[in-house]
């Protein structure tokens, strides 16, 4: 942060050179008898302190995308949140590990939404207790998220699986609506 602070006060000062010019500033120090340079130079050294200026503006800015991608905002997660909750509703899923249930489904569809919003190292989904409650959080955040899922089977039936002796079985699918509420499961 202070780095971005030290450019724009750098900047501020630039444009300071830049707008009420060298002339002013060089000669209210110098006596009038000294020799003044001429025009010419005058206008390259406004020009240039206000291209400085500019260079130490981008920069500032730059230095505070970069501070903003490497840590999450509470509103990033949460709208990161909600759209992985929609995203479990579009299409019927099938039951994942009894141990994970949907929280890798969730982690990566909550790294897809928030993508370019923070790191996605910094997401995690953890479930919370035996059900389909997931608590949601991300580094720099501050605060978590809770998911309830619930699931329905789902009225287009499952995956058929042929069998090798020539029978076939279903792997059930499943409706999942998700919400998401504020503060740890």
């Known amino acids: 942060m202070g780095v971005v602070v030290f450019s724009f006060v750098t900047a501020a ?3 300071v050179v830049a707008l009420v010019g060298p002339y002013r500033l060089y000669w209210r120090a110098r006596p009038q008898a000294a ?3 001429s025009d010419g130079p005058l206008a390259f050294g ?3 302190a206000f291209g400085v200026a500019v260079v130490f503006v981008f920069g500032g800015c730059s230095a505070q995308a970069a ?3 490497g840590s999450w905002s509470a509103s990033e997660v949460r709208e990161a949140a909600e759209s992985a909750a929609e995203s479990l509703a579009a299409e019927p899923q099938t039951r994942r590990d009894p ?3 949907y929280a890798s489904l969730i982690e990566a569809d909550v790294t897809r939404a928030g993508e370019g919003q923070g790191p996605s190292y910094r997401i995690s989904v953890e479930r919370a207790g035996g059900g389909h409650d997931y608590e949601i959080s991300a580094g720099g955040a501050g605060t978590a998220f809770c998911m309830h899922v619930t ?3 789902s009225a ?3 995956i058929f699986v042929p069998g090798a002796d020539g029978s076939s ?3 059930p699918e499943y409706d999942l609506t998700a919400t998401v509420d504020d503060g740890a499961c």
């Open 13 to 15: 000062a630039f444009l």
């Open 99 to 101: 141990s994970d249930g």
């Open 156 to 158: 287009q039936g499952g």
């Open 35 to 37: 020799r003044q340079p």
């Open 67 to 69: 501070i903003d991608k």
């Open 46 to 48: 406004r020009v240039a």
């Open 151 to 153: 699931e329905e089977k």
């Open 169 to 171: 079985s279903s792997i």
